[in-house]
């Protein structure tokens, strides 16, 4: 066989005898010149890839950033926004969980939240950013582990795929750090770390990867499976390279129970051996069941949904007819047959999950369209099975991922991961297909328009994938709120009310909320101050110190008889001390958005608002002896220091 590299072309030889003389003159001279030239190759590559990796580095970073102004920064919810941080503010303030303060879930979200009291800017603004950009590195992260393919060589489609991924997964979601996507952001990073250490034998990149996977479980005790696909990973990964001796082994266990093992030494340092199982066991089960077995239940109330479900399983087995019908021999025309209706039927049926994104409201508990994604993704993963005899890798852990983030009594649907999972789903479709692509330009000559025509039309679908999903964030952003209302509602700036709160932009009914919380604390001083039963985010916002061991006394949190005995405690302990206020809330502060629904004034003998089922704010409050006055619409109990 004649090396290609080597072989002359004609006409070569009788160029080189003609030339011969003035050759052997300029020899000195091209040899110098080549010597110079040699060295600036290197300098030229690593500027390319410096380039290359900046690009990579600042999409995530522009991306975030575009995210947090123009959809994150609007919208306030006093309900749940800032409890995150009213965690790290104890913290900062030298408690421990489960000793100092209850908590019916690990608190690694609040110890992970200290960075949004170190980077400079508005607190809440700045966790509004740190919360996008997890969400953006969490996608980039699923991305790298279903497609194998480093982050730093996404092509254009491929990173306007990620990002369109990243607003689907946000969705209506409010841009508040939260334990929920803290698990999401370290599970995703860490399978990702641990994936790419796996494929290069990186013991840095590997142990890396299985502490965050750990520290996930630390988040959200619901993250538990978190383990046990790192541990899969770790022994069965098909491309895992070097030996697995027990050195190493040993040192991969201790990086994935690091971060758990931490945790439970500071709690029983600092006092909380008993109430740590106490309170993380304290909690009622869920497993998923609005995902795994209320489909048909959620399809008889939605025809559209269930129109794109069967459109897609359809296109499915289509696919599989083609792909076996592709590798059958004999019969040429039937497999140039097959070999176009593959990609064909893949079209159709990344048609049907475009389509289900396109009409879905992406609203908050919007629960079918998630759940529906999710089906699709394990009905690919089995054809991809029965037809290939193997399972794409990634594609595993986003299904797991997405069962995990259901795991909630909130919020029970895998929506915070809806637009990865949609994106898996189109990865493990085109595996093995022939793209569209490339059988359109192949016919392009020379091979160098093809490559061009090739990456221009990649170029311009990821800018079309990513302006598609900006314009439906942003459409769904104007109609819908969580909680407070669409963007063009929110007109007051809550910079007002708090430094920490400046570029924040709510509804006049949530402004006026807040100021008063902030009026009240400052009409009558006090070293203890506390709202009830919600409202965590004036502790960080307005300095406070909260006397009780809850934040937020809602009846999700209160998991068993424990917070009660604290709570009636500790106030027999503050009608002791004296020095405290403890503002009750007399309205519902979902609705204070609502135009007129926070009133200006409410009489002393206010009933007030109770959430949980054995009403703890009542006693409470019937517990503190101080005086009893109104202030805005909060009936206070207020105490000067017992001397």
Not at 100 to 120: E, L, Y
Not at 146 to 164: H, S, Y
Request: glycine share 8%.
């Amino acid at each position: 066989m004649t090396d290609q590299s080597t072989r002359s072309e004609p006409g070569a030889d009788a160029d080189a005898h003609s030339g011969a003389a003035g050759t052997a003159a300029a020899a000195t001279g091209t040899r110098t010149r080549l010597r110079r030239l040699v060295p600036t190759a290197p300098r030229t590559w690593d500027r390319r890839r410096a380039a290359r990796i900046g690009v990579h580095v600042a999409w995530p970073l522009m991306l975030a950033t575009w995210l947090t102004y123009s959809v994150g920064r609007y919208g306030f919810a006093p309900m749940d926004q800032g409890f995150t941080q009213a965690l790290t503010w104890r913290i900062l303030d030298g408690q421990v969980p489960h000793a100092d303060f209850f908590s019916p879930r690990p608190a690694g979200s609040a110890v992970f939240h200290i960075v949004d009291f170190v980077i400079p800017g508005p607190l809440m603004l700045v966790q509004a950013w740190v919360a996008t950009l997890q969400f953006v590195v969490s996608a980039i992260a699923l991305t790298v582990l279903v497609t194998g393919r480093p982050w730093t060589r996404f092509g254009p489609l491929l990173a306007g795929l990620t990002a369109a991924a990243a607003m689907i997964n946000l969705h209506m979601w409010a841009a508040m750090t939260w334990h929920t996507t803290d698990g999401i952001f370290f599970a995703s990073l860490g399978w990702c770390l641990l994936d790419r250490g796996l494929r290069r034998d990186s013991a840095a990149l590997r142990r890396w990867g299985l502490f965050l996977a750990g520290y996930a479980v630390i988040c959200k005790q619901s993250f538990a499976p978190v383990l046990l696909v790192a541990l899969a990973m770790l022994f069965f990964h098909p491309r895992r390279r070097g030996r697995l001796t027990p050195r190493r082994v040993a040192g991969d266990l201790a990086a994935l129970g690091g971060a758990g093992f931490g945790y439970v030494v500071w709690v029983v340092l600092g006092g909380g051996t008993a109430e740590l199982p106490n309170q993380l066991l304290g909690a009622d089960s869920i497993w998923g069941e609005r995902v795994l077995t209320m489909m048909p239940e959620m399809l008889r109330g939605a025809p559209d949904e269930k129109r794109w479900l069967v459109l897609f399983a359809a296109a499915l087995a289509a696919i599989v007819a083609a792909r076996l019908l592709a590798r059958r021999p004999g019969d040429g025309a039937v497999r140039r047959v097959a070999s176009w209706a593959d990609p064909a039927a893949c079209l159709v049926a990344t048609g049907a999950i475009v389509a289900e994104l396109i009409q879905a409201k992406l609203a908050f508990a919007e629960v079918t369209y998630s759940c529906i994604l999710w089906w699709m993704l394990v009905g690919a993963v089995v054809v991809d099975a029965v037809v290939r005899r193997r399972v794409l890798t990634g594609a595993l852990p986003v299904l797991a991922l997405g069962w995990m983030v259901s795991l909630s009594y909130g919020y029970d649907v895998p929506a915070l991961v809806g637009g990865s999972i949609a994106l898996t789903t189109m990865v493990v479709l085109w595996r093995g297909a022939a793209t569209p692509v490339p059988l359109v330009v192949a016919a392009a000559s020379p091979a160098r328009r093809a490559t061009a025509l090739r990456a221009f039309a990649l170029a311009a679908a990821g800018a079309i994938v990513v302006g598609a999903g900006a314009v439906k964030l942003l459409d769904v952003r104007d109609r819908y709120g969580y909680i407070d209302g669409g963007r063009p509602f929110l007109t007051q700036d809550m910079g007002t009310v708090s430094p920490e709160m400046r570029g924040i932009r709510t509804s006049p009914g949530d402004r006026r909320y807040m100021t008063q919380v902030r009026d009240c604390v400052k009409a009558r001083p006090a070293k203890w101050v506390a709202v009830l039963p919600d409202t965590s985010v004036a502790y960080p916002v307005f300095k406070l110190n909260n006397p009780f061991p809850m934040d937020w006394l809602y009846y999700m949190e209160v998991t068993n008889r424990e917070a009660e005995k604290l709570m009636i405690k500790r106030a027999k302990e503050l009608n002791a001390s004296g020095d405290y206020l403890v503002l009750f809330q007399t309205i519902d502060v979902r609705f204070v958005a609502v135009p007129g629904y926070v009133p200006k004034h409410v009489p002393p003998n206010q009933p007030i608002v109770h959430w949980t089922q054995r009403n703890i704010e009542a006693k409470v409050k019937r517990e503190l002896q101080g005086e009893v006055f109104s202030c805005g619409s909060f009936v206070a109990v207020w105490a000067p220091p017992k001397k």
